[in-house]
């Protein structure tokens, strides 16, 4: 299969799969021509990239997910721990994304919105932190 045939079938574009292989994640064979040749596992890894991507892994949660994936013999629970991390810092970034929305709908209510220069927002935004 060439990089067109196999970003059609797992959803990636053929940037990022060329990132993928660049950095390790898959290996493709190469031809005489010196172009890629996907196997169906390749395929199956980069789809399990993008939907790990997909939730927000990083790169190397992502690249240790596929290793474990790869690995019969591997522990659920080590699965379960970078799982548990990642939602984790997806809570405290939610936690952080509703302080800055609790502010911010107090400065745009505390704003009358009219022709007078007097702006709460630009005064809160020019107070040090």
Not at 12 to 24: D, H, V
Not at 113 to 128: K, T, V
Request: charged share 30%; net charge neutral.
């Amino acid at each position: 299969m060439n990089i067109g045939d196999v970003a059609a079938r797992s959803g990636l574009p053929p940037k990022t799969i060329r990132y993928y292989e660049e950095i390790g994640l898959v290996t493709p064979a190469r031809g005489a021509n010196g172009y890629r040749t996907f196997r169906d596992a390749d395929v199956h890894k980069l789809a399990f990239l993008g939907r790990a991507r997909a939730l927000g892994f990083s790169i190397e949660d992502c690249r240790a997910l596929l290793h474990l994936w790869e690995d019969q013999s591997r522990a659920s629970a080590e699965v379960k721990e970078i799982a548990q991390h990642h939602l984790g810092e997806i809570e405290r970034k939610i936690a952080g994304l509703q302080e800055m929305r609790a502010t911010l709908s107090d400065l745009v209510r505390s704003c009358a919105g009219d022709d007078r220069p007097d702006c709460p927002i630009l005064e809160s935004l020019a107070q040090p932190k």
